[in-house]
């Protein structure tokens, strides 16, 4: 037995057994002896409060000794339970972060290895033109899409004042992007972009705490920002031909040094920096004139403002910003809508044995020298996408035979899955099965079996004989035919165990994988609303508040 040195709402010394007693049992002893409920007790062992946990952790798993001092005081019922809701609270957000950090590996990993997505979500990294760019390894696309989509929920969660959040969220990003080779890093801007999202969470919660982990930050932002940017920000000069979509973000960078200078007690470097940041924040503000006539001409008031801060306040350059903009964006539609239809191709080829989509490129290819498109798709698909294998069978007789075998084997077995889907649904809607059965495989849609069903029953009919008329049911007419047909689709799992039965192997390829489709949503949801120049787009009237309050600060210093 070990002692406990108890004061507060009591005092005196309890044994204990370390090994087995936990929190709860000791909170349950310490409030029967203080006469009251083990609600109303908090227990404080040194400077640390001790929590329930799981209620299976041991005094002594938790580092308490014999003779270990633990004070206990009285919890008012109200302030208890709102410690208790606040316990549950940081549990579900732990819980929530674990699994948006997953959501976004998981989706990062079936983007960048080429694995067939089981829905529409494909993820690609383009550049500030719009372009798909590969970065590195697979491993380096891999880190660079789970960073960006972790700093895409990171800004959405700084947009709607969810500081401290956030900022877990980009620690989270910035851990990913760590795992990217450095020299493919020093090519894109999203890393210190992110450090200073992180420092603007340090100072919207006005965390002092953090300063000099924030200067380090800033530095490194800073010259990174020299790397990507080029100097004097030249490289995007020219990428953006001409125009100025920076000038925000090295506002709010230059804001967060004269911060940090501020409060290390660096006075002339804070006022210099924050001057800076001054003139910038004027250069940003958009006559009223010059919006107005650019609104006039039909553009949204964000979009314009936006247009003119690139623009340098320049009417003309916003204007066709705003042109390129748009005609960007309908290019964009018809690109996705493009990528959709290669998507639906992939999926009715099914996957590889390793999951991975067949290789359109290299399908067009053997195509293109004269084989049968669904001959040479089954081919690659059995081969993943090695050409030279996927030829070799295809030239070979005997294994274009099976081949051939294998396709209308999966079509027959497709057929009778939506031909079974098709009757289950007229039998729902109250035919006779056999009746249903038949009027499916004479072919056609449900609509027309159905509509076949109902001309058989009205020639059946006897419209002279009442009592005839009496005993005929009729079948109800479904309100929405369309979602009968819907619900007569393959799901694409099922091709994909056919496939591996088809080739001898194991279906447990074909199972779907657990996925948190919440989680996975929401990023993808974030990405939908970014583009290439989210990221430079900042509403900067806190950041000008900021620069006055400092500059004011520093002025009442000197006096």
């Known amino acids: 037995m070990s002692k406990l040195k108890i004061a ?10 370390l090994d087995n007693w936990t929190v709860p049992m000791l909170r349950e002893e310490v409030a029967k002896r203080s006469n009251c409920g083990p609600n109303s007790i908090n227990l404080i062992c040194a400077g640390k409060v001790l929590k329930d946990g799981d209620g299976n952790d041991k005094l002594g798993q938790l580092g308490i000794k014999n003779n270990s001092k633990i004070l206990s005081t009285r919890v008012a019922a109200d302030e208890g339970k709102f410690i208790k809701n606040e316990l549950m609270a940081e549990e579900e957000r732990s819980r929530r972060l674990a699994r948006l950090k997953s959501a976004a590996a998981a989706m990062s ?11 529409d979500q494909v993820i690609e990294l383009e550049d500030q033109s719009g372009r798909q760019v590969k970065l590195g390894t697979e491993t380096d696309q891999r880190a660079i899409m789970m960073g960006l989509m972790l700093h895409t929920n990171g800004k959405e969660l700084i947009n709607k004042g969810n500081y401290k959040e956030a900022m877990e969220v980009l620690t989270m990003g910035e851990e990913a992007f760590s795992l990217c080779d450095p020299k493919v890093m020093e090519f894109i801007d999203n890393p210190p972009i992110l450090q200073i999202d992180i420092v603007w969470c340090y100072f919207m919660l006005r965390d002092i705490s953090c300063l000099s982990v924030a200067g380090e930050r800033l530095k490194k932002a800073r010259q990174n920002f020299e790397r990507s940017h080029g100097k004097d920000s030249h490289r995007v000069r020219f990428l953006q031909g001409g125009r100025y979509p920076e000038l925000a973000l090295y506002l709010r960078l230059e804001l967060l040094e004269g911060v940090v200078a501020y409060h290390s007690g660096q006075f002339d470097k804070s006022r210099k920096v924050l001057t800076s940041a001054r003139e910038r924040f004027i250069r940003l503000q958009v006559p009223d004139e010059a919006l107005s006539l650019v609104m006039s001409m039909g553009f949204r ?6 247009a003119l801060r690139m623009s340098n306040q320049d009417i003309e ?38 999951k991975k989509a067949v290789d359109l490129q290299k399908l067009n290819e053997l195509v293109s020298i004269g084989f049968e498109k669904e001959l040479a798709a089954e081919a690659l698909r059995r081969n993943e996408n090695d050409t030279q294998k996927s030829l070799d069978d295809l030239t070979n007789p ?7 075998f294998t396709i209308e084997s999966r079509k027959r077995r497709r057929q009778q ?7 289950e649904t007229l039998v729902q809607m109250g035919f006779e099965r056999s009746r249903a059965s038949e009027a499916v495989e004479a072919g056609g849609t449900v609509e027309e ?6 001309s058989q029953q009205q020639s059946a009919s006897n419209p002279t004989d009442d009592a005839a008329n009496n005993n005929t049911e009729s079948a109800p007419i479904p309100p929405a035919a369309s979602d009968a047909v819907a619900s007569s689709s393959v799901p694409l799992t099922d ?5 591996e039965e088809d080739n001898g192997g194991s279906s447990t390829a074909g199972k779907v994988e657990d996925r948190d489709e919440e989680m996975e949503d929401v990023l993808a949801d974030g990405l939908a609303k970014v583009d290439a120049l989210s990221d430079y787009d900042i509403e900067v009237t806190k950041e000008g508040e900021a620069i006055n309050e400092y500059l004011a600060m520093l002025d009442s210093a000197g006096k």
Do not use: C
Request: no cysteine; proline share 2%; glycine share 4%.
């Open 8 to 17: 507060g709402t009591w005092a005196g010394v309890i044994d204990v057994e």
């Open 109 to 119: 990993q079936r983007n960048a290895d080429g694995t067939l997505p089981f829905d």
């Open 301 to 306: 008031e964000h979009d314009a403002k936006r």
């Open 317 to 354: 350059s916003a204007i066709d910003f705003l042109v390129e903009q748009k005609a960007k964006r309908l290019q964009k539609r018809v690109e996705d809508l493009q990528k959709q239809k290669e998507l639906m191709e992939q999926k009715a080829y099914g996957r590889t044995p390793l």
């Open 398 to 404: 005997e294994i274009n035979s099976s081949i051939q």
């Open 417 to 423: 899955k939506a031909n079974d889907a098709s009757i």
């Open 449 to 454: 079996a159905m509509l076949r069903l109902l």
């Open 495 to 499: 091709d994909i165990v056919e496939e």
